[in-house]
């Protein structure tokens, strides 16, 4: 049976920058190791976020260039592997791709933490933009008290708006959660196992579906390969209830599939 493809995309930063990184320095547990590192990080995740663009829009080739270039700037970026994983899967260079998939793993801590103080960045520069605004809205509100004309009240309250739903945007960025350093994603699982599958180690390839569903239990694809593998190996109401589980989640199922299987269910109605 084809594994269903993987349609994960990482949410990755948009932009990078070094302001307020002098205070992450000036923290009393964050070592000169851990400086060089997130030095590194800053420089290689530039390239990385290229790599990425390129592999989104099915240049594959320069896709592959920047991650390896990623990597020769920080060794342990774990989605720069996660990503040429991908690739080496599309080349059906499927050792190579398996090699990668357990360097993402390794590395994912790293990475995390790494992302974590990028994210530290972010929300001291996110508060000061916050701060700006409450100033700017203080004065706006000011403003408009004291205006007179319609045209003039009818301007400072259109600033007013636009800068209120500029505070809610970066309030809402505020509030996202940051990255777990513990918790290897779920589609690394699941990208694992879709390797081992072409690689034929079933057993394998099922143990990391089952991870996948254990982290994301909302994982509709994992369901669905999960369901390919109990057809193949014979239990075929166990493969209709990973298939109701895939379609439940929003896996797109192959409806031949699920024939054959409704079939399978009526000819051997003990398995």
């Not at 948009?14 to 590192?37: A, P």
Request: charged share 30%; proline share 3%; hydrophobic share 35%.
């Amino acid at each position: 049976m084809k594994v269903s493809k993987i349609l994960f995309i990482i949410p990755f930063f948009l932009s990078i920058f070094l302001v307020g990184s002098v205070l992450i320095y000036g923290q009393e547990d964050y070592t000169r190791k851990e400086k060089k590192l997130f030095q590194k990080f800053l420089l290689a995740n530039k390239i990385f976020e290229k790599g990425q663009a390129h592999f989104l829009e099915g240049k594959w080739k320069n896709s592959e260039k920047e991650l390896k270039e990623c990597l020769q700037k920080m060794p342990e970026h774990a989605d720069a592997y996660f990503y040429l994983a991908q690739l080496f899967y599309r080349y059906k260079n499927y050792q190579q791709a398996l090699d990668y998939i357990f360097k993402a793993k390794a590395n994912y801590k790293i990475l995390a933490k790494m992302k974590i103080n990028f994210e530290h960045l972010r929300i001291l520069d996110l508060q000061k933009k916050k701060n700006a605004l409450e100033g700017r809205l203080s004065t706006l509100r000011e403003y408009l008290a004291k205006a007179t004309s319609r045209d003039q009240r009818s301007k400072l309250q259109r600033a007013i708006a636009n800068a209120e739903n500029e505070k809610t945007t970066i309030d809402n960025r505020l509030n996202r959660p940051l990255p777990s350093p513990e918790q290897i994603p779920a589609d690394y699982y699941y990208f694992h196992g879709n390797i081992l599958f072409r690689l034929k180690r079933f057993q394998e390839a099922y143990d990391q579906y089952r991870e996948t569903i254990r982290i994301n239990p909302k994982h509709g694809e994992a369901y669905n390969n999960l369901a390919n593998l109990y057809y193949m190996a014979r239990k075929y109401q166990k493969a209709l209830d990973y298939l109701n589980m895939a379609e439940e989640n929003g896996a797109k199922i192959n409806p031949a599939f699920k024939k054959a299987v409704l079939r399978a269910i009526k000819k051997y109605p003990k398995n």
